[in-house]
């Protein structure tokens, strides 16, 4: 696969914390992630799934949570996540009007797999995010198909691309072209190193408010094109890995501290934007089937989540910056276009590494 830059590439470290090896979500031993991406014309969309572990999820469920930043979305499957505390299936992320094709797909996926479903056991709750691409791709075809899904699905692995791909393919961020983005931390305590990995597709903000690193990008780029302010009306889906032992009340503390990141890269979090965090731990996993003992889960002391708090705030930045940085220009439904990041980097020598940027 093509090496594609990305924001470390200039020189620009979020934080301080060392990165995976990848510095990718699947840096979380286990996880996967698969991209279908349809780009064709005013088709300007597609699908990211992000495995757990590739077992059968249904029967080996992990430990999950959610957080609702803004609820301004349609996410599926959080009722029962947030009652239960376990993910069942891939996590599936795609343009708004897909999400009950996504869902179909997962559920046949999951059904081939288990016979039991529907007979001597329940149903499955099928996990699915989405953002609106409508501005790039014409989201009434719904051209997202279960085969699309099932692809993303089947065809998941360690490495992937980052950019205008797979749900991120017609995305906008920041009034820029956005995309996904990845990025991860490993996190050193007594008993052993663990890792967070962050996956988001970027649809959010406002130019004028993009900062990276502390560097006012947004307000530089803004007086050079002068453009009119768009209504946020755009979303924020994020992952998150790890392979940390923890509850899902733990869990779902980290995930609320990923705001953190998003806040440092200028969301202001406004109405129309639904922001929404779904996250996973790979440490233990919960039979589907009552098993004749307790259960037994070990996880962290409450003084020894500060690491993972600072870690997801590190990840959710520099995954998003990622997408900004590695998204490829595409001309979608009506012409509708968006700047890449990096294209206007080399038009107006905007350097990224310090403070003192060409003089508009």
Do not use: W
Not at 283 to 289: D, G, L, R, S, V
């Amino acid at each position: 696969m093509e090496r594609t830059v990305r924001l470390r590439d200039y020189k620009i470290k979020i934080g301080q914390m060392q990165t995976g090896t990848q510095n990718l979500i699947t840096d979380v031993n286990g996880v996967t992630v698969g991209q279908t991406t349809l780009s064709e014309g005013d088709i300007q969309t597609g699908v990211s799934a992000i495995l757990p572990h590739r077992r059968n999820l249904f029967k080996e469920k992990v430990i999950g949570s959610c957080h609702v930043i803004n609820g301004f979305g349609k996410t599926m499957g959080s009722i029962q996540l947030e009652e239960l505390g376990t993910i069942e299936t891939p996590i599936i992320l795609t343009n708004t009007l897909s999400v009950g094709a996504a869902a179909d797909a997962v559920i046949d996926y999951t059904l081939r797999a288990n016979a039991d479903i529907g007979r001597s056991t329940g149903t499955v709750n099928p996990i699915i995010g989405e953002c609106n691409d409508m501005v790039l791709n014409d989201i009434r075809k719904q051209a997202v198909r279960k085969e699309h899904i099932l692809a993303a699905i089947e065809n998941a692995s360690s490495s992937f691309k980052e950019g205008s791909v797979g749900a991120g393919t017609g995305m906008l961020c920041y009034s820029l072209k956005g995309g996904v983005g990845s990025s991860s931390r490993l996190i050193q305590l007594p008993h052993g190193t663990y890792t967070i990995g962050v996956y988001v597709v970027t649809n959010f903000g406002h130019l004028q408010d993009l900062t990276i690193n502390g560097n006012p990008i947004g307000q530089k780029l803004n007086h050079f094109l002068q453009q009119e302010e768009e209504a946020d009306k755009g979303s924020i889906m994020l992952v998150a890995a790890t392979d940390l032992p923890v509850s899902d009340r733990q869990l779902k503390r980290i995930l609320k501290r990923s705001v953190i990141g998003l806040s440092r890269t200028g969301s202001m979090i406004l109405n129309g934007s639904g922001d929404i965090v779904i996250g996973f731990s790979t440490a233990t996993t919960i039979p589907h089937e009552k098993p004749a003992d307790l259960l037994r889960l070990a996880y962290l002391h409450e003084e020894e989540m500060d690491a993972a708090f600072r870690a997801i705030g590190e990840s959710v930045e520099e995954a998003i910056l990622n997408s900004l940085i590695t998204a490829d220009h595409i001309i979608g439904r009506n012409q509708n276009e968006r700047p890449t990041l990096s294209y206007l980097m080399k038009k107006y020598n905007i350097q990224l590494n310090t403070q003192k940027d060409a003089s508009p």
